[in-house]
């Protein structure tokens, strides 16, 4: 038995197959996340809550998921094609084969959202631009014995498709709030929500409609590299209204009301100095010659 969610024309082996009279169309994923030692009550939320994907080894502790959702790779599934930021489409989920069935009432959260109790074995994934067929065809019944046939409109194919296994990660944790420090070994779907992304992929881009921020650093970046990170933030909405930030204190608060640091500045004066100048003498001479004020009224 397959499925089929909302239209998505892309069907996985008879073998990986899921309950087809779910009419949930959400998902959510909690990671198996397990310490070398007991927990701390008061730390674990705080393991849960951790954003920063670079100190949770790109794995996050619950992912969202439903069919023909954009998402973007947190790390690389398969190189050179799905990679790291590679954006895709979810084309299948493959349960585990434990899963309790989704219509039962224990397992809904709300309508339209089902809480699993398991891992999927698998996400299947559209990677964008991409036509290579990195999964098997599969054949219709006429063509079981000699193979798919690309002119069969029965027969599937799977252009562009790969299957994403949750991976394992090890990771520390130090919490100074409640002194409490631990190593945390997490298994996750390497994919996020598309639009959740580092803040490099966001040089040049604005964020429409909105952003939400997280003002989260490395403990050892410099004050230069501190501000352009709160520059990058700040300047990606067309206004502060379209901003919601996380972890605004008053040390974030301290790097805008300082400025641009001295440093920078004096590198950006060198770079630019000379090309202003032949600027303002271009800009000098085309006003001689458009017989204009020497100077704008």
């Given at each position: 038995?397959?499925?089929?969610?909302?239209?998505?024309?892309?069907?996985?082996?008879?073998?990986?197959?899921?309950?087809?009279?779910?009419?949930?169309?959400?998902?959510?994923?909690?990671?198996?996340?397990?310490?070398?030692q007991s927990l701390h009550s008061r730390a674990l939320p705080r393991i849960a809550a951790r954003t920063k994907l670079v100190s949770n080894k790109t794995l996050t502790w619950i992912c969202f998921f439903h069919m023909d959702m954009r998402i973007r790779f947190t790390c690389s599934a398969l190189p050179p094609w799905a990679s790291q930021d590679t954006p895709g489409q979810i084309a299948g989920i493959h349960l585990h084969p434990?899963?309790?069935?989704?219509?039962?009432?224990?397992?809904?959260?709300q309508a339209g959202i089902v809480l699993l109790q398991y891992l999927p074995l698998a996400i299947y994934v559209k990677i964008d631009k991409c036509d290579i067929?990195?999964?098997?065809?599969?054949?219709?019944?006429?063509?079981?014995?000699?193979?798919?046939?690309?002119?069969?409109?029965?027969?599937?194919?799977?252009?562009?498709?790969?299957?994403?296994?949750?991976?394992?990660?090890?990771?520390?944790?130090?919490?100074?709030?409640?002194d409490f420090k631990?190593?945390?070994?997490?298994?996750?779907?390497?994919?996020?929500?598309?639009?959740?992304c580092p803040l490099y992929s966001l040089q040049g881009e604005t964020t429409d409609p909105g952003l939400v921020a997280h003002f989260e650093m490395p403990a050892r970046t410099s004050s230069d590299i501190r501000f352009l990170i709160v520059y990058v933030m700040l300047s990606r909405v067309r206004s502060l209204a379209k901003l919601r930030t996380l972890g605004l204190d008053e040390k974030i608060i301290a790097i805008i009301e300082a400025g641009p640091p001295t440093d920078l500045i004096g590198t950006s004066n060198q770079l630019l100095e000379?090309?202003?100048?032949?600027?303002?003498?271009?800009?000098?001479?085309?006003?001689?010659?458009?017989?204009?004020?020497?100077?704008?009224?």
């Open positions: 038995m397959l499925l089929v969610v909302r239209g998505v024309d892309v069907h996985v082996h008879e073998s990986e197959t899921i309950c087809s009279k779910c009419s949930a169309n959400t998902f959510l994923l909690p990671s198996r996340g397990c310490a070398e434990a899963e309790p069935c989704l219509t039962s009432k224990n397992q809904t959260v067929e990195f999964l098997p065809p599969r054949s219709c019944h006429a063509h079981v014995l000699v193979g798919a046939d690309l002119e069969c409109a029965q027969c599937r194919f799977f252009p562009g498709v790969v299957r994403v296994k949750p991976e394992k990660v090890t990771w520390h944790f130090n919490s100074k709030t409640v631990t190593t945390v070994q997490r298994t996750q779907v390497p994919l996020v929500y598309e639009k959740a000379q090309k202003i100048l032949k600027t303002k003498d271009k800009t000098k001479s085309a006003r001689e010659l458009l017989c204009w004020p020497s100077q704008p009224k």
